[in-house]
């Protein structure tokens, strides 16, 4: 039953992921420069005020070098990149076991 609740939201984070690539496609080509729409602007876009209490929380309660260079830097990356990384991730963890070979099953 989890498996197939794990490939089920796999495979809805590839599709998000996919609309997102094509969004992003879609926008770039209409305005004829490259858009990517990073992880950052897309959680600022669904969760504004959630984002800014995370952000002050990690930058008064965990050290500053935490919030600067690695969570800045994740939050650059392209949306669809990172959520298809989880559903691909998704899918794999809800997959059944690869068969043993060479031992008995007996």
């Known amino acids: 039953m989890i498996r197939l609740f794990l490939r089920f939201l796999g495979l809805c984070l590839l599709a998000a992921a996919f609309v997102s690539l094509v969004v992003d496609t879609t926008h770039s080509v209409s305005s004829g420069t490259l858009y990517v729409t990073s992880i950052g602007e897309s959680l600022m876009a669904l969760l504004p005020d959630k984002f800014l209490l995370a952000r002050d929380f990690i930058e008064s309660h965990v050290h500053r070098v935490i919030w ?3 969570l800045v830097d ?3 990356l ?3 990149l990172v959520v ?4 691909a991730l998704t899918i794999r963890l809800g997959s ?3 068969p043993k070979f060479g031992f008995s099953s007996r």
Do not use: H, M, Y
């Open 84 to 87: 298809g990384f989880i559903g």
């Open 68 to 70: 600067d260079p690695v």
């Open 78 to 80: 392209p949306t669809w």
């Open 96 to 98: 059944k076991p690869a």
């Open 74 to 76: 994740f939050l650059r």
